[in-house]
């Protein structure tokens, strides 16, 4: 079966090493991003370097219809999906929750929960054999704030990754007699510029000496659990989680 791969968020960070390591195992990759088309197309040439046939799709993830053009490029230019990895997430500023408006609780929980509910429903009208398709497999980025609850940072964002998590085990087995896993992973602190997004872009270096390996992850060593997740090696897996926190 031809190996297809949908990564949203896929112009930086992990969703990008992700992409890279994609092309080195065989995938035709749909880079989705959501604003900077430099980046993107950044990302777009490293993949291509590797010999993978790739596009970069500008779409918000969160968005219905835009995530229904965007499987509909997909089809007609690399062909059925048979891989999603919903990587696509966002943070607010470390606060506690007095603090936090209602705008920015909807806005994080549509892009950290909504979001990959609708990747995953527009993958699965093409992967699941339900619809015809040849199976495939998804794998949610969540964060080990899922099991940890970042009280006084952002219990927000933590919430909306322990519903991702339950999102994953509740799909894994309503698809699991069709040919689709779905699994997720929960990195704990990596070294990319999410942070900046919560006020503080050196909180890995801060942190890492704190940390049970003495050191944050490189997003490399995320996508090596996402590509291994996704691939024929992970057969029996599904509903499951792998975590890269370096022992926290
Ligand atoms: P990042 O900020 O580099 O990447 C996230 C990407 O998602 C960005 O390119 C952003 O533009 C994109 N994005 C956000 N909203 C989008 C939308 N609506 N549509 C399309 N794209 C959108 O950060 P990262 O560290 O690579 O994060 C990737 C995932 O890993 C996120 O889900 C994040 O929650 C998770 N995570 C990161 C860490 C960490 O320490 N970096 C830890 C745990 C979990």
Known sequence: MDKVIVITGA???????SARLAAEQGYRICINYHADDQAAERILAEVRERGAEAIAVRADASVE???????QRVDHELGPVTALVNNAGTIGPQSRLEDMSEFRLLNLMRTNVVGPMLCAKHALLRMSRRH?????????VSSLAARLGSPAEYVDYAASKGALDTFTIGLAKEVAGEGVRVNGVRPGYIHTGFHALS??????HKLEAGLPMG?????EE???AILWLLSDKASYSTGSFIELGGGR
Do not use: H, K, T, Y
Not at 65 to 71: G, P, T
């Open 215 to 219: 050191r944050g992850g490189q997003p």
């Open 11 to 17: 112009s930086r960070g992990i969703g990008a090493a």
């Open 199 to 204: 006020g503080d872009a050196e909180r890995v």
């Open 65 to 71: 219809d835009e995530v229904i053009q965007l499987f």
């Open 132 to 140: 015809g398709g040849q199976g495939g497999a998804i794998v949610n």
């Open 222 to 224: 995320v996508a090596e």
